[in-house]
């Protein structure tokens, strides 16, 4: 028996952006230029017209975030450190919609049908997880999963793990694939940043504010 269809529209999108950006000398990346905008705005706006609501997952910067419209939540103080699940867990307990899909701030290029095919896959295949894989990789940032997982990721938490895939693999989920592994690259590094701006250059991609 399979799920009911979800709409696009019955997503909270949680935009991760409190990781420490160790590989970036400490910064924020969330606030990290690209193409005169932070990475954080390329998301939004990006990823804003297909959900109902719009979380921002970040420990740091707080009241930047909440001047440009975010509804920010940290990560609950007794998961401190404990990388993406963190924050995840936080956006489940804040999230109102049915669904929450989890996307890194820093990685612009995520292709624009993600929620739905994400979404249709979760209902079709009556999964509780969903996550794209590319080029023989798995992208498990951009986690989709249903809002009533929040108690089972708590006990795992809890138990002191903090590895995301151990926490997909202990309930139903599904691997949805796409063609452009390119589409999911992690902006860690300087070097990573130079080739973001080299690709949006060669797109002639344009982004405006919020």
């Not at 899909?101 to 624009?112: G, I, R, T, V």
Request: proline share 5%; with cysteine.
């Amino acid at each position: 028996m399979t799920g009911a269809a979800h709409d696009c529209h019955d997503i909270c999108a949680l935009l991760l952006a409190g990781g420490r950006g160790q590989r970036m000398g400490g910064q924020d990346k969330g606030l990290l230029n690209l193409s005169g905008y932070p990475l954080v705005i390329h998301a939004l706006k990006k990823i804003r017209p297909q959900v109902t609501e719009v979380l921002l997952s970040a420990n740091r910067n707080h009241g930047l975030y909440r001047d440009w419209g975010f509804s920010v939540i940290p990560d609950k103080e007794e998961y401190l450190g404990a990388g993406p699940l963190a924050g995840l867990y936080a956006g489940l307990t804040h999230a109102t919609s049915s669904l929450v899909l989890s996307l890194p701030c820093d990685s612009p290029f995520f292709p624009d049908t993600l929620p739905y095919r994400l979404s249709r896959a979760l209902s079709t295949q009556d999964a509780e997880i969903a996550f794209p894989v590319s080029d023989g990789h798995s992208h498990q940032a951009f986690l989709l999963c249903r809002t009533n997982l929040k108690d089972s990721l708590k006990k795992y938490l809890d138990s002191g793990q903090r590895h995301v895939l151990g926490w997909v693999q202990s309930h139903r989920y599904v691997k949805v694939r796409f063609t452009n592994g390119d589409d999911f690259l992690n902006i860690n590094t300087p070097e990573d940043l130079a080739r973001a701006e080299t690709r949006y250059a060669e797109k002639s991609i344009q982004c405006t504010g919020p």
